[in-house]
């Protein structure tokens, strides 16, 4: 018997090879074309002055070889007597495979021409020489991820409905028959919806990012992730981590400290009455010296004067903008301004006003049953506040 023609589950030996063969040969084309897209092609596109054909080479062609695979297997598959269904499902799911690697092309494709068109608009700028550049180049990233994640998911979203449309699943049908229960799905689904529009909602307007410091109600932290449905942030007083649905970000308010590089500081400080007009006056100016005198104040917006007589103390305000690095930094530049100024005080010979009160007893006549008049101990506490000046004798 020729072993050429034995045949082993409706197929003979020949017709196995044969289809072996056809798998050999389509993994051997897709390795050669491999080869050619990274050895000539690839090498081509780098030296062209355009990025496009880069982008065409590197996230189209080269995952597009894997298409000659699972062509070869189609091909080895029709070479074979396959019986049903089997044969339906190897086409199915070859099917399937094509669908998903035309589509995850396609993602990323899309994501390339992103990034190709984020990376050419910020070298347009640096050309310019534009003085915010980067604020540009965090508004640049954080529009490339929204629309990076919001591409995906709608090219995802494609794919699955396109894979189960040609998988035979009616998709019309499916929908109407859901009726009473589909209204039902759309109420259980509404907070996982308005989370997932609030995630939208974050990255369009770029209110914050991860890694940004917010205010949000009574929470304050450090946005660690911007999930699909929460954003987990966390917080600055203990470390803890409090995860916010996203859909609150849509109504509420929200205070980012993250990119700040304008810092305003207001501070009163009280100076006793004692202090004359002429040295008071001797004082701001020397406090208005020494700010001006700090690189970081700008001019512009720098306010200091007597703001008011207070009821126990003059007050001086201090108000000025300062252009630092970050808001870690702010925190400690307040820390030596303030220390400049207790030295300009004490330069001065003035002191800082402290509240005082003073308190007199009052002593209260009680006649007695003979009719004579005695004393009746404290008979009232009586509060008088002072301006500073320190504690007044007590009398009775």
Same mark, same amino acid.
């Given at each position: ?50 990025? /496009? ?6 996230? =189209?062609? *080269?995952?597009?070889?894997? #298409? %000659?695979? $699972?062509? +070869? ?104 028959? /859901? ?6 799905? =759309?109420? *259980?689904?509404?907070?996982? #919806? %308005?989370? $997932?529009? +609030? ?198």
């Amino acid at each position: 018997m020729d072993l050429w023609s034995t045949t082993v589950l409706g197929n003979t030996v020949k017709d196995y090879l044969v289809s072996a063969g056809l798998v050999i040969a389509a993994v051997v084309v897709g390795r050669v074309g491999r080869f050619v897209l990274e050895r000539y092609l690839g090498r081509w596109a780098e030296k062209s002055r355009t990025r /496009l054909d880069d982008l065409v080479v590197g996230r =189209v062609l *080269a995952p597009a070889v894997h #298409l %000659a695979l $699972l062509g +070869g297997l189609w091909l080895a598959k029709s070479n074979l007597a396959v019986v049903e269904p089997f044969s339906g499902w190897i086409d199915r799911g070859l099917l399937v495979v094509a669908l998903v690697l035309f589509f995850a092309i396609a993602i990323r494709f899309v994501q390339g021409l992103v990034e190709l068109g984020g990376r050419a608009y910020l070298e347009r700028l640096e050309s310019q020489a534009v003085d915010d550049l980067e604020d540009r180049r965090r508004t640049v990233a954080r529009v490339e991820k929204q629309v990076r994640e919001i591409s995906t998911m709608v090219l995802w979203i494609l794919g699955l409905l396109t894979v189960l449309s040609n998988l035979g699943v009616d998709l019309k049908a499916i929908w109407a028959s /859901l009726g009473i229960g589909g209204i039902a799905l =759309v109420v *259980a689904v509404k907070e996982p #919806l %308005a989370n $997932l529009v +609030g995630r939208l909602y974050i990255y369009g307007t770029g209110i914050f990012d991860e890694g940004h410091f917010i205010a949000f109600g009574p929470w304050s932290g450090t946005v660690r992730k911007i999930g699909l449905f929460r954003t987990y942030l966390e917080l600055f007083s203990d470390m803890t981590t409090v995860s916010l649905p996203n859909a609150e970000f849509v109504k509420g308010a929200v205070k980012n400290y993250f990119g700040r590089t304008k810092f305003m500081y207001k501070w009163d400080l009280d100076v006793p009455y004692d202090v004359d007009p002429e040295r008071l006056q001797d004082l701001v100016e020397r406090l208005r010296a020494h700010v001006l005198g700090l690189p970081e104040v700008n001019p512009q917006m720098c306010w200091i004067y007597l703001d008011r007589l207070d009821r126990y103390s003059k007050v001086i305000r201090v108000w000025f903008q300062a252009h630092l690095p970050d808001w870690a930094a702010s925190l400690r530049y307040g820390n030596q301004v303030l220390h400049g100024i207790q030295r300009v005080f004490a330069e001065a010979g003035v002191e800082f006003a402290f509240p005082t009160q003073t308190v007199y007893l009052a002593t209260e006549e009680r006649r007695g049953a003979d009719g004579t008049r005695g004393s009746a101990g404290v008979g009232g506490v009586g509060v008088d506040g002072g301006p500073g000046l320190g504690p007044t004798p007590a009398g009775s």
